[in-house]
T-cell receptor, first 113, second 113 residues
Framework: NAGVTQTPKFQVLKTGQSMTLQCAQD?????MSWYRQDPGMGLRLIHY?????ITDQGEVPNGYNVSRSTTEDFPLRLLSAAPSQTSVYFC????WGTGYEQYFGPGTRLTVT | KQEVTQIPAALSVPEGENLVLNCSFT??????LQWFRQDPGKGLTSLLL?????REQTSGRLNASLDKSSGRSTLYIAASQPGDSATYLC????????????FGAGTTVTVRA
């Protein structure tokens, strides 16, 4: 198993540009989520999904969109990038049978200039 | 709102010393608590998951305890090695239907050879 994979690893955007961060898992996990990690702020939940076709907002959803058309994929879209979205983004997945033990991807480091 | 605190923020010990990492949380009605390791520029690796009904979990040199009533968890790493140098994060889940993990800011550990 590849586990949780994320692409790209690094990305530089200009203010106002849009892009999609990709996340995929091959463990047949129902639950997937996106976090951002900022110095001094810890990890904060952006959006999550409990299954294909079901998504919901976390604590910092503004400026981001998600969709879940398959169990495996959970892309995060930045609609109009802002410097405040400079961060490291992590995708995570889990399933009920493991008590929701979370598995994280390697992260995408995004810089918005 | 669940607040998770990890003190100290940084720790430096000589090789061979036992490590004791602390995690405290404000809402004791948790579902589970998970300890992670994060190496610089990398994603989070799950170390131990403790369900609310458990008092401790062990894996090799790692032992994590949970005291819900006092809102505390402790991660013990026996006989530390330079390879244990990393940032250790704890995260709390409030309920089985609460999909958000509340993270502490982490303790950065340096093990000196």
């Amino acid at each position: 198993n590849a586990g949780v994979t994320q692409t790209p690893k690094f990305q530089v955007l200009k203010t106002g540009q849009s892009m999609t961060l990709q996340c995929a898992q091959d463990m047949n996990h129902e639950y997937m989520s996106w976090y951002r990690q900022d110095p001094g702020m810890g990890l904060r939940l952006i959006h999550y999904s409990v299954g294909a076709g079901i998504t919901d907002q976390g604590e910092v959803p503004n400026g981001y969109n998600v969709s879940r058309s398959t169990t495996e994929d959970f892309p995060l879209r930045l609609l109009s990038a802002a410097p405040s979205q400079t961060s490291v983004y992590f995708c995570a997945s889990s399933r009920w049978g493991t008590g929701y033990e979370q598995y994280f991807g390697p992260g995408t480091r995004l810089t918005v200039t | 709102k669940q607040e998770v605190t990890q003190i100290p923020a940084a720790l430096s010990v000589p090789e061979g010393e036992n490590l004791v990492l602390n995690c405290s949380f404000t809402d004791s009605a948790i579902y589970n608590l998970q300890w992670f390791r994060q190496d610089p520029g990398k994603g989070l690796t799950s170390l131990l998951l403790i369900q609310s009904s458990q008092r401790e979990q062990t894996s090799g040199r790692l032992n994590a305890s949970l005291d819900k009533s006092s809102g505390r968890s402790t991660l013990y790493i026996a006989a530390s090695q330079p390879g244990d140098s990393a940032t250790y994060l704890c995260a709390v889940r409030l309920g089985s239907n609460d999909y958000k993990l509340s993270f502490g800011a982490g303790t950065t550990v340096t093990v000196r050879a």
